[in-house]
């Protein structure tokens, strides 16, 4: 049985790699010209006679950036001047690059259009409204992995995080970040880290390192009847971070990530006493390097709410060198997204992961029920394991959009805009766990279905309500809300 699950899981995770390589390659191949990025040929690739002729790209005015700087706003353009095109593909080039204006996060709006035209040159004019990029905020927030578990674990402020947040986006016009956190209650955290994309001439290379100190007063020593189990009576937990990144992103979706860590974490000997496998070794305090790489491809309309388009991610982890911190990680992504017209769009999302070897410590085990991986109905629990697949379908109606306006003088932030969409969903997975396969939803297919509804806000605000059945004859709303503060 065990010798099935693993040639399954491995299976999963390589036939996933595949099918994401292939759809990158054939979205990003170098040899493929201008032409072929912007527009999808029909099997005939024939062209009407109004569009035989070639425009040359003249002078690109960008207005509204009083932060962002110019060459900033241009790095996310199809086309640059001097380039010649054809005048439907440069149509198509417009709504490329709003694309791209609008997924940098940087602007509430952005407009692209035809500015003049000299004989056969074109002179293009970009219209952006900014965002506001300083965020110095209180913070509050609770510490759970939803807000479903925060209420069942007994709502009070001893488990919610607070204390101050200094956030610093576009800190010097090309869309680096600075992030300063002092946080404090139930977890007590010192975070900083810094990122500049564009590091170079080319735009192309960047980095990133951040430094952060946390202490946890609880501890999550074991999971029993597929439930975390807390314990304040074991020392809490402490953990130092320190990580240094290179970044690589050769055109215009395609983001490349290395990443260079030291980790510690120190826990209390009564951890081990109550849990022999959170470490392997019986050590109390451990210490060890990770190198991380992900490879990241975004061709859809808009990252944080996407309805048109793929995206997907490869990524890999390697986790100490000793016998009691080895882990070998790799892991693939898909999200697929279609227009059906009339405000329909259907969505599905593939995820894999693997560890190697199959024998790893509890701290090493987190998969289902942990940020962005879990099943629509099955939010009360976690699944632990070192392999796991996951898939969901959404369709999706929407149903009103409107704006509310704010009376402020500011032009980019008169308005408040609001989306709300009706989705019917479904949801199947499984968790393979060699270590601990005593909690019943370990090593055997899952599944869940629902409806809900979604809000969607500038900001990438998104707050989704779902009515979710599981497997298990239970049903209920969950409340999940997505945001960068």
Partial sequence: MHQQLKLYYCGLVLLLLTGFCAQAQVASSPNLNLLQILEDHDSTGARSSSSSNHFIIGDIT???????????????????????IYLPDLVKGFEIGRQQLMNTKLFNEAIISVKSFRGYVVDIRVEVKERWYI??????????????EFFRQGVGIQRINYGFKFQYNNFTGRNDKLKIWLITGYTQQLQFEYEQPYADRTLKHGYKLGMTYSFN?????????????????????????????????PGLRTFNSVRLALVRQDIDSAVINANPKYFFGGKTSIVFPELSYNLNYYKVDYIPYPLKGWMGEVSFLKRGFSSEMNMWQFGGKLMNNWDLKKKWYFSTQTQAVIRLPFEQPFVNQRMFGFGDMYLRGLERYVVDGVAAFLSRSTLRKEIIRFKVPTHLKSKSHSEVPFQFYARVFGDW?????????ENSLTN??????????????????VVRFDYSFNQLGQNGVFLHIKSDF
């Fill in 135 to 148: 965020f110095p905020i209180p913070y509050a927030k609770a510490v759970d992995r939803n807000i479903n």
């Fill in 429 to 437: 997975g499984s968790v393979y766990n060699k270590v601990n396969p």
């Fill in 62 to 84: 960008v207005e509204g950036n009083y932060k962002t700087k110019d060459y900033i706003v241009k790095r996310e353009l199809p086309f640059s001047t001097g380039d010649s």
């Fill in 444 to 461: 055997k297919l899952l599944y869940t279905y629902g409806v809900g509804l979604d809000m969607v806000s500038f900001y990438d605000f």
């Fill in 217 to 249: 007063r609880e501890i999550n020593y074991a999971t029993i009847n597929n439930q975390q189990q807390f314990s304040d009576s074991f020392g809490g937990t402490r953990r130092w971070y320190a990580h240094v990144d290179y970044t690589y992103r």
